[in-house]
């Protein structure tokens, strides 16, 4: 069997997603997400120009050799860019390699190691009545571990938290700008845990409750926070330094038991040996869709068991269906799946992306179709261009650009 097409689709139902849709000469088709929020492009020139070319002819069941080919063959290794672009074809070759066996991708994997995927999903208000309004919504919709975020007061607009109106910075191409935010840090550290005494006051001690301070907190504050979140038993304090920063977390973990969660932003195994092999965090939080893909993702996973952490695989809107899908397949097959995050996408994203996978209860299934599951109707797709759209950035009172 041999690739034969290789074609890279943008397309905006809503927000932009970047899909692989590779063709073998038996007619069978294989996707994968290469999505890279405010940097699609980027992803799609690399795709395009540098790596679709190369697999036109290969044999679509050498995954393993792919990977390695494209990874070590580009001499420049790792970054969200490259890793994105790999992780599309790994992917993909996946979902292949399940339409010719007739069996879903977590089969191929080794098989289910649980019934179903304990998600998580986001609850966030300006104010407290607000956010306890949200967590019900939550509730109410099925789910059984809910993410806080919440404004803080003296500031405007925080990530994270839906302001009103306020919608996604997305314009003509030429004209897109992030949007600007603000921070306060310690009015976040003496606002927080006023709003989880709340939560808890509310919905009791049982539920799952996860906070995300992506980023913002030096070491000492986030060690603080940390100490300060304990009587809320927290299922996970997520990103609470910036994550380059390995060694940060040494510090933080020194002084809190509140269980960590890190690497929504990391693309290799290499970003994460500190942090696994002194057993810094409890949660590894990186996409298929950043880390090069299922293959490379699943060793980081086996890496993680042994050092008894879990994963918790990175699922916010900007992934798309088919990355979502690939992940679920991940966390059905592998022993260590911690939880998963899922707030579902547009109704239009789902009818450009038709998918197997449900969410039921609280829990997720990647379903019983061949491959990953995913189908990609190419003329609604097409109906709905790519615009320009970026995250927002963070500013201090004084306008010093702040980690956001
Ligand atoms: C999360 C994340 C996201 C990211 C986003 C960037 O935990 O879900 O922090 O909200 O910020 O994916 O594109
Ligand atoms: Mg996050």
Known sequence: MKIVDAKVVVTRPGRNFVTLKLTTDDGLTGLGDATLNGRELAVVSYLRDHIAPLLIGLDPHRIEDTWQYLYRGA????????????????????????????LPLYQLLGGASRDR???????????????????????????????????????????????????????PHQQARPLVEDWDTRSYLSHMPGVFEAVRHEFGPELPLLHDAHHRLTPLQAAQLGKDLEPYRLFWLEDCTPAENQAALRLVRQHTTTPLAVGEVFNTVHDYQTLLTEQLIDYVRSAVTHFGGVTPLRKLFDLAAVHQIKSAVHGPEDISPVGMAAALHLDLAIHNFGIQEYSGHSPLADEVFQHAYTFADGHLHPGEAPGIGVDMDESLAKKYPYEAAYLPVNRLHDGTVHDW
């Open 75 to 102: 001499y420049w290794r790792r970054g969200p860019v490259t890793m994105a672009a790999i992780a599309a074809v790994d992917v993909a070759l996946w979902d292949i390699k399940g339409k010719v066996a007739g």
């Open 117 to 171: 995927l304990l998600a998580y999903g986001h609850a966030s208000g300006q104010d407290t009545p607000e956010l306890l309004d949200s967590v019900r919504a939550r509730l109410a919709e099925g789910y059984r571990a809910v993410r806080i975020q919440t404004g803080v007061p003296g500031l405007k607009a925080v990530y994270g938290v839906h302001t009103k109106g306020a919608g996604s910075a997305s314009v």
